[in-house]
């Protein structure tokens, strides 16, 4: 399989093997064409399929691959009996001139157009992001996950909460320090921050998020980041500061989640949608994970969605 084929299934929806889509999706079945030999792609445009009444809208985009778990969240919660989260989601095309009647938008992880150039490079130029732009600056709820966090700061959404094109890139998130991709449980420090989605009783405390990337070393050459961005940042076993591996990336400060000054645009390097239940930890089975702080964030992001 190619880069090309890979993008390909990716935007389908597809799973990276060769068993045909309709096989895979035996309760949703959709039809299969070719559109060149050796390789199969859905008939017709899978998101219209999946478009269903919604709270919070995912954006997609050639290459990502965790825009279903941002989107299955509630089902999750639901099945494990810890509350409900409430809405429902959409699939939003990176080519999509607006984000259409949602309450929040979450631009999730993954690897979008190959990370060519540098992650998120192409993706900021989607037409999609103009319409996420103007979603944040009209006061909705934007969060960038991973490769979402990485193309909202080259789309200059972060730190500043909207596009300037005559503005100069402030932020970067560049190749881990170890140079390595980094798949671990780290501990993060919750900030007093601006953010609308973490209630001041999370404030100082002291959480667990998993991590998985090559690219999340923030950079910011000559700009300071004000404590009331800073959401999360990487610490010690001792709270301390955080030195490798506790911190996988090698971060100024040791950030790793930071807002805009209204604390609407939320960009982060941990995946909370890998966070909403105690079994997705890693140490559950040693009591570890209770009170999943992903669900926290989450269910920060739709009471505020709701509240405004």
Not at 178 to 201: D, H, L, N
Not at 225 to 241: E, H, M, N, R, T
Not at 279 to 291: C, I, L, S, V
């Amino acid at each position: 399989m190619n880069l090309h084929d890979l993008g390909a299934r990716l935007v389908a929806g597809s799973i990276l093997d060769d068993q045909p889509v309709a096989d895979r999706h035996a309760r949703r079945p959709v039809g299969v064409e070719r559109d060149r030999p050796g390789r199969r792609i859905p008939a017709g445009d899978l998101r219209r399929d999946r478009v269903v009444p919604v709270e919070r809208g995912g954006r997609r985009a050639v290459g990502r691959d965790q825009d279903l778990d941002v989107r299955r969240l509630r089902e999750r919660l639901e099945d494990a009996e810890v509350g409900a989260l409430g809405g429902e989601g959409r699939l939003l095309w990176h080519g999509d001139a607006t984000v259409g009647d949602v309450d929040a938008v979450v631009v999730p992880g993954g690897f979008a157009h190959g990370d060519y150039l540098r992650p998120g490079a192409i993706a900021r130029f989607s037409p999609v992001m103009s319409a996420v732009a103007d979603f944040a600056a009209a006061g909705g709820p934007v969060v960038g996950i991973c490769n979402g966090f990485q193309v909202l700061v080259e789309a200059g959404v972060l730190p500043t909460g909207n596009i300037d094109p005559s503005s100069k890139k402030q932020l970067s998130l560049i190749h881990n320090q170890s140079a390595k991709f980094e798949c671990r449980w780290p501990q993060v420090e919750v900030g007093k921050s601006a953010c609308k989605y973490i209630t001041v009783e999370y404030e100082g405390t002291t959480q667990s998020l998993p991590v998985a990337n090559g690219e999340g070393r923030l950079v910011a050459p000559g700009l300071i980041i004000p404590d009331s961005q800073v959401v999360l940042k990487y610490v010690g076993p001792d709270g301390g500061a955080a030195s490798y591996p506790d911190d996988p990336n090698g971060s100024l400060g040791g950030i790793t989640a930071i807002c805009d000054p209204s604390g609407v645009v939320l960009g982060m390097m941990p995946h909370p949608e890998r966070a909403i239940i105690t079994e997705q930890h890693e140490g559950w089975r040693r009591g570890n994970g209770q009170n999943p702080f992903g669900a926290v964030i989450f269910r920060g992001i739709v009471d505020h969605a709701r509240s405004i």
